[in-house]
């Protein structure tokens, strides 16, 4: 009962594993490109599973106890909480850790240095098009690969409307 809350390294070397563990993967991942969870392939699952269980001996070390598991999970807790909060009012934060819309087709032709650069292949870019109920590349005047990973498309023939798009908030306490 005593190894479960007797630490078997200091708890400031727990953090410091924590937090570079998570920097690692938050750029690896930012790295990776603009994939939601959804529609990671078979291989890249794979590795999201292999690299979780190759860095939990690199978070804990030697140590196996409940404190320390409850030091990780709260430095992680913590991490994210700032991570989030500096990604909101930082724009060179945001700007570093967040990828940006990246222009697919435009006027009727894909920019293959794009679909390479974002390894989206045409089959799947066609899909996407497909999805809008758009037949063919001819009829975009816009395909944009979106920072949630989605392709968002804009015909030809359809003016620009401007759709109502939910935003979260807080308002401010009035005292």
């Known amino acids: 009962m005593k190894d479960l809350w007797q630490l078997g390294i200091p708890a400031w070397d727990l953090v410091l594993r924590c937090v570079v563990i998570y920097l690692l993967l938050l750029f690896g991942l930012r ?9 990671f392939a078979l291989f890249d699952l794979v590795v999201i599973l292999l690299v979780a269980n190759a860095v939990q001996p690199a978070m804990t070390g030697p140590d196996s106890s409940l404190l320390g598991g409850a030091i990780i999970i709260a430095t992680l ?3 994210n909480f700032v991570v989030s ?13 967040e990828p940006h819309p990246t222009v697919l087709a435009q006027d009727g ?3 293959q240095s794009a679909l390479q650069r974002e390894d989206v292949d045409t089959d799947e870019a066609e899909a996407a098009l497909r999805e809008h109920g758009v037949a063919s590349i001819q009829d975009v005047k816009l395909a944009v690969l979106e920072l949630d990973g989605t392709i968002s498309v804009v015909t030809k023939n359809d003016p620009l409307h401007r759709g109502h798009r939910r935003v979260r908030y807080r308002h401010a306490r009035q005292q």
């Open 109 to 111: 032709h894909w920019i």
């Open 31 to 39: 790295l990776a490109g603009k994939r939601e969870i959804g529609q």
């Open 77 to 79: 807790l913590l991490l």
């Open 85 to 97: 909060r500096l990604r909101r009012e930082n724009t060179f934060f945001r700007n570093l850790i």
